[in-house]
């Protein structure tokens, strides 16, 4: 079983709906949770860590749930501008940083 | 407010021949990571190093050395380019502490081609 699993998609949604993508992890001694956000060809970046009681942060809000070893992210409103891959990264604290293949995501006008 | 700078941006080489990738990172972090990234893979690591002078496998260490000599650089080095080698590395860093580790931060990448 691979570490760090994501349905790669493409989810392919019209302006203004909501989106939900889930990650699973295997390593259960995992400590840290995060998304980045990946344009075609650019490097990673921060989207938002995601902590045991959850966080929102404007259109996105992160879960996470360690009984099932997955977390979540949830897009609502989508915009045009959200299009992009969204990788799932884990930790285990003293461990590197291990990600997720991706999923892609289309916003369609 | 460098970040994370990664030397070259893309280079062209050709079968058995080396090379030196370089990052610097001028935040003070101690974990610095190598990647690559191949279309439908998605990252996978290279090498990482949890502090100066140190330095372990990642995933995919087949084939590349890497050398922490400074805090503040991570080199990744390719002693015989072979095709299969041709892809996008990226090198990144971050803060750890044996409970958790923050974000990590990225170069912008370096576009590998080996003909």
């Known amino acids: 079983r691979k570490e760090v699993e994501q349905d790669p998609g493409p989810f392919n949604v019209p302006e203004g709906a909501t989106v939900a993508f889930n990650c699973t992890y295997s390593n259960s001694a995992s400590q840290s949770f995060f998304w980045y956000r990946q344009d075609c060809r650019k490097e990673p970046k921060l989207l938002m860590s995601?902590?045991?009681s959850g966080n929102e942060d404007g259109r996105f809000t992160a879960q996470l749930n360690r009984a099932s070893q997955y977390i979540s992210l949830l897009i609502r409103d989508s915009k045009l501008s959200d299009s992009a891959t969204y990788l799932c990264?884990?930790?285990?604290?003293?461990?590197?940083?291990?990600f997720g293949k991706g999923t892609r995501l289309s916003v369609i006008a | 407010n460098a970040g994370v700078t990664q030397t070259p941006k893309f280079r062209v080489l050709k079968t058995g021949q080396s090379m030196t990738l370089l990052c610097a990172q001028d935040m003070n972090h101690e974990y610095m990571y190598w990647y690559r990234q191949d279309p439908g893979m998605g990252l996978r690591l290279i090498h990482y190093?949890?502090?100066?002078?140190?330095?372990a496998k990642g995933e995919v260490p087949d084939g590349y050395n890497v050398s922490r000599l400074k805090k503040q650089n991570f080199l990744l080095g390719l002693e015989s380019a072979a095709p299969s080698q041709t892809s996008v590395y990226f090198c990144?860093?971050?803060?750890?502490?044996?409970?958790?580790?923050?974000?990590?931060?990225f170069g912008q990448g370096t576009r590998l081609t080996v003909v």
């Open positions: 995601v902590y045991s």
């Open positions: 990264v884990v930790s285990g604290g003293n461990t590197p940083l291990v």
């Open positions: 190093s949890v502090g100066e002078g140190t330095t």
């Open positions: 990144a860093s971050s803060i750890s502490t044996v409970l958790r580790t923050t974000e990590a931060f």
